[in-house]
């Protein structure tokens, strides 16, 4: 588990800093009024063109994911124990954050 958040940290750690570094270097901010929000589907692209914000946002994806995958090998774990009550609230943890993603999209 702790080898798990480790890694994740620093993968995205490491996104951020060559989306800092690439960013610094072109001369952009992130406070610019025309940096480009998410879009999935143009991920992978800035990537393979070494875009700043492509290494920024999948960066900030992967801190979000990080803990969430943390979770979700707990209730792995819990299953396999059989330790009903901590995969409900595993569960429940999940729902929570689920049900945050999707509000969030409604109100905007």
């Given amino acids: 588990m702790a080898r798990l958040l480790n890694i ?12 800092v570094v690439l960013m610094a270097t072109s001369g952009q901010s992130p406070l610019d009024p025309d940096f480009p929000p998410l ?7 800035d990537l393979l063109a070494l875009r700043p ?3 920024l946002w999948l960066g900030l994806i992967a801190v979000i994911l990080t803990p969430i995958s943390r979770v ?3 209730l792995v774990g819990f299953v396999r124990d059989d330790d ?8 429940l943890i999940l729902g929570v954050i689920a049900a945050s993603v999707v509000i969030s999209t409604l109100v905007r």
Avoid at 39 to 45: E, G, K, V
């Fill in 72 to 74: 979700v090998v707990s």
């Fill in 39 to 45: 879009d999935l589907a143009r991920l992978p692209s």
């Fill in 53 to 55: 914000e492509g290494f």
């Fill in 8 to 19: 994740g940290t620093l993968f995205s750690v490491a996104l951020l800093a060559v989306g």
């Fill in 84 to 91: 009903r009550t901590m995969a409900l609230i595993s569960v």
